[in-house]
Each structure stands twice: as C-alpha cells, then as structure tokens.
C-alpha cells in the first residue's frame, strides 16, 4: 500500500511559477513510475507529466505537450517525493493535481494504470 501526499498548490499570477510536492510511504517508492495529473471543473483528468521508476528507463520524463518546456517533474527517491516545477504558468493551467504511482511502469500517461493517488491541490492562476 503506498501512500500519497500532495503539497504546493496555491494562487499565483500569470507567468508565475509554483513546485508541487508529492510525498509517498512505502519502500518500493524508487521502483515505480510517478505521474501527475489534473483536473478542472467540467473536464476530464488529463496527463501531466510523468517520471520512471528504477529500472532500464529509469527516470525517464514524458509530458504533455500542453507542459513541455514550461514544466518538470523529478524525483528525489532518498526523500521519497516526487515534484512539479510549474513555470510560466497560464490561466488554463488551473486545475486540482493530483499525484498518482504506477508501479508498472506501463503506459505512464494513462490514468487507468495508476493504483495509488493522492487527494489534490488546487493550483488556479490568475489572468
């Protein structure tokens, strides 16, 4: 069972930046891939940005094209947290995140192959 806790979320203004953090039990956190995923009210949950666990690919990054070059997710496995550096952030990246662990390591942009998740923070960005 592994247990996930979002932090970091807040209000900031366009063009601002925020990192969100996600804090896991568990001893087998290294060896899954960790993703991050949003919603917003009336939309579905939609991928993010997601980092390997240890392994041939490990920390291998992939994201949304939405995010890529203004976001990056890491990990720190000694600390058992992944994070969410957001950068130049955009009225339409408001949203609840959510952090997720799959411990496949399959298809890490899909939600459906994530076991465990977290309860969100919001993040809204003003215009």
């Known amino acids: 069972q592994v247990q996930l806790v979002e932090s970091g979320g807040g209000l900031v203004q366009a063009g601002g930046s925020l990192r969100l953090s996600c804090a896991a039990s568990?001893?087998?956190?290294?060896?899954?891939?960790m993703g991050w995923f949003r919603q917003a009210p009336g939309k579905e949950r939609e991928f993010v940005a997601a980092?390997?666990?240890?392994?041939?690919?490990?920390?291998?990054?992939y994201y949304a094209e939405s995010v890529k070059g203004r976001f990056t997710i890491s990990r720190d496995n000694a600390k058992n947290t992944v994070y969410l550096q957001m950068n130049s952030l955009k009225p339409e990246d408001t949203a609840v995140y959510y952090c997720?662990?799959?411990?496949?390591?399959?298809?890490?942009?899909?939600?459906?192959?994530?076991?465990?998740w977290g309860q969100g923070t919001q993040v809204t960005v003003s215009s």
């Open positions: 997720a662990a799959n411990p496949s390591n399959r298809n890490i942009n899909t939600p459906r192959w994530y076991e465990y």
């Open positions: 568990g001893r087998t956190f290294s060896s899954y891939a």
């Open positions: 980092i390997k666990g240890s392994g041939v690919y490990t920390s291998y990054t």
